[in-house]
Structures are given as structure tokens and as C-alpha cells.
């Protein structure tokens, strides 16, 4: 009878882990998202006017180069999503950190939040770095 119980336990706890987490997704990503690399970006932002370079780096970090005009708001800061909220999101967006990681997870929450017309620098500013050398 005790063999019951442990494989019940261990379902209870898999459903209470899973139920806890948000597994919420975007399905369409690609409508809102475009991919793209450091020449796509030079060529977006010399072709495409109102352009809004959204670097989501440290501050240190942005002060140690940048993306011309880039606007920037820290990932880590706490108040990253609410300052994320404040901006146009009627605009078009060049979004980009270090090497891609912390832009791919802000993806997410620029679309829940209204913003629909993103490009994502996948290798971030150190593709940037080395095509540009800024």
C-alpha cells in the first residue's frame, strides 16, 4: 500500500511545480519579432526612419559603447518592465543587449506589453562591436 502513495506524492508535486510556473508563450513571435544581424541593423537604421535603439545593457555597459542615440533601461533594474511600459509602442523598436540573452528574455514582455513591430539583434552589441567597430 505504501507503493501507492510515493508515485501519487510524486505526481502532486510535479502538478503544484508546473502550476507555479508560467509557461505562457508567445505562439506567434515571428509576427511581432524579426531576427536580425549587425549589417541588418546598420542597414535598418541608416533606411528606416523613427527607429527607436533600445539597448537593455548595464549602465556601465552602455557607457563603455553604444549604439548611436540608443535609448537605454537596464534589464536588471527593478523597475525594468514598468519603464518598458512608458514607451511608444506604436514605434519600431532595434532591441539588443551584450550577446542576445537578455533581449531574447525581454521579447516576451514587449509583446505582452503592446509592442509589435521589434527587431532583435540576436548577437547583440558584440556582433555590433566587431562589425562596426564603434
Not at 519603464?83 to 539588443?96: A, E, F, H, V, W
Not at 514587449?110 to 548577437?123: A, W
Request: net charge positive; charged share 30%.
Amino acid at each position: 500500500m505504501k507503493f501507492f502513495y510515493i508515485p501519487f506524492f510524486c505526481l502532486l508535486i510535479s502538478f503544484v511545480f508546473f502550476a507555479c510556473t508560467d509557461n505562457t508563450k508567445i505562439q506567434d513571435m515571428d509576427k511581432y519579432v524579426k531576427e536580425i544581424n549587425a549589417g541588418e541593423a546598420g542597414r535598418l537604421l541608416k533606411q528606416k526612419k523613427g527607429v527607436i535603439v533600445l539597448d537593455i545593457r548595464t549602465k556601465s555597459e552602455f557607457n563603455s559603447g553604444h549604439i548611436k542615440n540608443a535609448l537605454n533601461i537596464d534589464y536588471y533594474s527593478p523597475d525594468f518592465e514598468n519603464k518598458l511600459k512608458q514607451l511608444d509602442k506604436s514605434k519600431p523598436y532595434l532591441l539588443y543587449c551584450r550577446s542576445g540573452n537578455r533581449s531574447r528574455k525581454s521579447l516576451d514582455k514587449m509583446i505582452k506589453s503592446g509592442f509589435t513591430n521589434i527587431y532583435h539583434l540576436t548577437r547583440g552589441y558584440n556582433e555590433w562591436k566587431a562589425k562596426f567597430k564603434d
